[in-house]
């Protein structure tokens, strides 16, 4: 099997009611932890690569590298541009092999999102290629923005639908209170439902996308502190939160974080515990093993996308 697009795995996600995760990959011990980790649990997946991402690992090293991880797992994998900037990167990555690119015109009033979108849209289809955009604002507290009370960050419902029809965009990513990083939430961490309701009823059966949804999950944290970081008060998505979204046509759910946090503790934790040692593959090795016990944590007990091929 070659590489997929998502909508399939989308489809069926919806009408089953849970999520496909999404995660961003880097280099090979990434690809591979979260490929082992989806074959183990039969789990269809979607690896994700940011602008910065390309840059660092280079487009064709990252295509080869996704194209090995086929080989040797033979699940269904999408391979998606996370949160292009501009119809150029978008155009390259679809005329480079990727079956799904994000649009992010988020930043950009609705008329300039709509024609940015359009314009990526009528490309990527013409090639087979599939299309998320975004609406509404993913704010956090690191931009001092009191996420609960800045009701015009969150994505409309009535713009929602404009958009999507506007656009025929496959799959649409929300603000309705997740933010990038380790630190989401200043109290209670606390989705607003409501509105992910209403913009299901605006669009029943299309598929939602999640952004910010990493979990920071604590036991990685206070890894990091104990070996050394300094990772002040970190804050994520609990996992209940993530599950309901998962049965309310999220169908995408991203975490680039929780790898991240889980990679460097046990980095840090190896150095510490063997500082003779020198070879990478040693702790490379453990950061790959601590990928792939998340990204199966997440698979099974959070998203729901186990035993889906
Ligand atoms: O949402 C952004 C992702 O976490 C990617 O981050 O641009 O540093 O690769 P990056
Ligand atoms: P996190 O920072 O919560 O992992 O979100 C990642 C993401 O949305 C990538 O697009
Ligand atoms: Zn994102």
Do not use: W
């Not at 849970?18 to 932890?33: K, L, R, S």
Request: with cysteine.
């Amino acid at each position: 099997m070659g590489l997929v697009t998502t909508k399939e795995m989308f489809e069926k996600a919806y009408s089953q009611g849970y999520a496909i995760g999404a995660f961003n990959v880097n280099n090979m011990e990434i690809v591979q932890g979260i490929t082992e980790a989806a074959k183990e649990c039969n789990s269809p997946v979607i690896l994700q690569v940011s602008g910065s991402a390309r840059k660092y690992a280079k487009h064709s090293y990252l295509t080869h590298m996704v194209q090995a991880a086929i080989e040797e797992t033979g699940i269904p994998i999408a391979l998606h541009l996370d949160h292009g900037a501009d119809f150029e990167i978008c155009k390259s990555c679809i005329d480079g092999g990727f079956t799904s690119v994000m649009i992010d015109g988020s930043k950009y009033d609705f008329e300039q999102n709509v024609a940015l979108t359009k314009q990526v849209v009528e490309y990527a289809h013409a090639h087979g290629v599939v299309v998320e955009a975004e609406l509404g604002k993913l704010a956090g507290i690191e931009d001092d923005v009191n996420v609960s009370s800045e009701d015009s960050n969150f994505t409309s419902p009535d713009e929602a639908l404009e958009f999507v029809e506007r656009t025929g965009c496959d799959s649409l990513a929300i603000a309705i209170g997740t933010s990038h990083g380790a630190y989401k939430f200043k109290g209670e961490p606390k989705l607003r439902f409501d509105i992910l309701e209403r913009i299901q009823e605006k669009l029943p059966n299309y598929p939602l996308v999640l952004h910010g949804a990493s979990t920071v999950i604590q036991e990685y944290v206070e890894k990091c502190n104990h070996f050394g970081g300094q990772i002040p008060g970190a804050q994520g998505v609990p996992d209940e939160i993530l599950h309901k979204a998962s049965t309310m046509g999220i169908c995408k759910i991203n975490v680039d974080t929780d790898l991240r946090l889980a990679m460097t503790a046990s980095i840090r934790e190896y150095f510490t515990l063997h500082p003779e040692e020198i070879d990478p593959r040693k702790y490379l090795g453990v950061a790959r093993e601590a990928i792939k016990s998340i990204v199966k944590h997440k698979i099974v007990d959070v998203f729901g996308s186990s035993n889906k091929i």
